[in-house]
Structure formats: structure tokens, C-alpha cells
């Protein structure tokens, strides 16, 4: 688990954005292992990033549509699981989930230790819980309110509007069949447009 500190230290969006280069080469390296059955509908990849800045003994923690930061003791409390991870499989931020039913167990070491040397250990490239899908012609979408240190999700048309396009950045793929014709192969598609004002 990052620590606030260790959270504190991971890029902004705007930064994380830009160290993603060649991402469909990334994509396309990466599907193969997010494809298996028992990751498959369940994880997305996604880009790892801060969203506020920590206090000790904080983590953030989303309550359905808003995370923001709490704090945890040490021992997690059985209604709080890990959401999203990092390349190496350490957990950056958290869900509260309100039945057994909700837990998801996280992907296997295996999984991380293949997909680390894939994208490399201090890559901006993580795993992350899949949201349900978006209705036809609309994307989920983030933003952080700084006031409130809350990060905020919500559903948008794809079309927009959005604003000045230099603040919106692509934050969490799912895998989905590719739409080529005669290629059965599954691919990554953008599940998650980040908003970031005051940046």
C-alpha cells in the first residue's frame, strides 16, 4: 500500500499524461495479459496519478461516485478494497463497498510481476477496477474540486463539450473486441476522460 507520502509522490495528471508515450505499442503489449478470463469485464488499465495532495494517515477512498481523502487505520476495515494499483501491484487508492458481493479480489502477483516487466516497474501504466459500462455515445468522465479534495465521476456525452481540449486527458481503458473487420483480436478502448481545471 502507498503511504501518503508514496501517493503524494506520483505524478499529476497533466505529467502522467505526457509520460505516456507510444500507447497503442503499450495497448497492444498489455491486452494479451488483460484478457484472460479472470481478469476480463473485472480491471482496466489505466494511467496512475494523484489527485490531491495527502495528509499522514490518509488514503483516498471512493464512496460510490466521489473519492476523497480519509483516514484508514493500518488494518483496513473489511468494507474498504483496494480499487487501483500500480504496475508492480502496490494499491494507490480504495472503494467502499457495501456487501460481500461487491468484493473484488485484486489480480493475482503473477499477474503483476508479468505485467510489471511488460511496462516496467515505475511505469505511469496501472491497473484499476472496471466501472460499469457507459451508456451508447456517452464516456465517464473525472474531475477533481481541489476546495473539497474530492475527485468526482461522472457520465458525459462523448461529444462534449469539453472545453479547452489541452485539459482533458484519457485516464482508464477497457478491453473490448476490436470493431476491424476479420480481426477477432481484443483491444483497448478509452473508458475514462479526465476534465482538469486550474492546472
Same mark, same amino acid.
Given at each position: 500500500m502507498l503511504d501518503h507520502t508514496g501517493y503524494?509522490?506520483?505524478l499529476p495528471i497533466k505529467e502522467a499524461n505526457e509520460a505516456l508515450t507510444n500507447r497503442q505499442e503499450w495497448f497492444k503489449k498489455t491486452?494479451?495479459?488483460?484478457?484472460? +478470463? %479472470?481478469? /476480463?469485464?473485472k480491471f482496466n488499465l489505466c494511467l496512475v496519478h494523484k489527485h490531491?495532495?495527502?495528509?499522514?494517515? +490518509? /488514503?483516498?477512498?471512493?464512496? @460510490?461516485?466521489?473519492?476523497?481523502? %480519509?483516514?484508514i487505520? %493500518?488494518?483496513?476495515?473489511? &468494507?474498504?478494497?483496494?480499487?487501483?494499483w500500480t504496475a508492480t501491484?502496490?494499491? =494507490?487508492?480504495w472503494k467502499r463497498v457495501n456487501t460481500t $458481493? $461487491?468484493?473484488?479480489?485484486?489480480?493475482?502477483?503473477?499477474? =503483476? /510481476?508479468? =505485467? #510489471? $516487466?511488460?511496462? @516496467? &516497474?515505475?511505469?505511469?501504466? @496501472? *491497473? #484499476?477496477?472496471?466501472?460499469d459500462p457507459a451508456p451508447e455515445g456517452q464516456i465517464w468522465c473525472e474531475r477533481t474540486d481541489y476546495e473539497q479534495r474530492q475527485h468526482i465521476l461522472e457520465i458525459k456525452p462523448v461529444e462534449g463539450p469539453w472545453g479547452d481540449r489541452n485539459?482533458?486527458?484519457?485516464?482508464?481503458? #477497457? *478491453? $473490448?473486441?476490436?470493431? &476491424?473487420? @476479420? &480481426?477477432? /483480436?481484443?483491444v483497448l478502448k478509452l473508458a475514462l476522460n479526465c476534465v482538469c481545471w486550474g492546472h
Open positions: 503524494n509522490s506520483l491486452a494479451p495479459l488483460l484478457s484472460r +478470463e %479472470e481478469l /476480463r469485464r490531491v495532495v495527502l495528509q499522514p494517515g +490518509e /488514503r483516498m477512498v471512493a464512496t @460510490g461516485l466521489v473519492t476523497q481523502p %480519509e483516514i487505520s %493500518e488494518s483496513t476495515p473489511s &468494507d474498504i478494497i483496494p480499487s487501483s501491484g502496490v494499491p =494507490f487508492e $458481493e $461487491e468484493i473484488i479480489p485484486p489480480p493475482p502477483a503473477e499477474f =503483476f /510481476r508479468e =505485467f #510489471s $516487466e511488460i511496462v @516496467g &516497474d515505475g511505469s505511469v501504466l @496501472g *491497473l #484499476s477496477l472496471a466501472h485539459n482533458v486527458h484519457q485516464t482508464s481503458w #477497457s *478491453l $473490448e473486441p476490436s470493431t &476491424d473487420e @476479420g &480481426d477477432p /483480436r481484443l
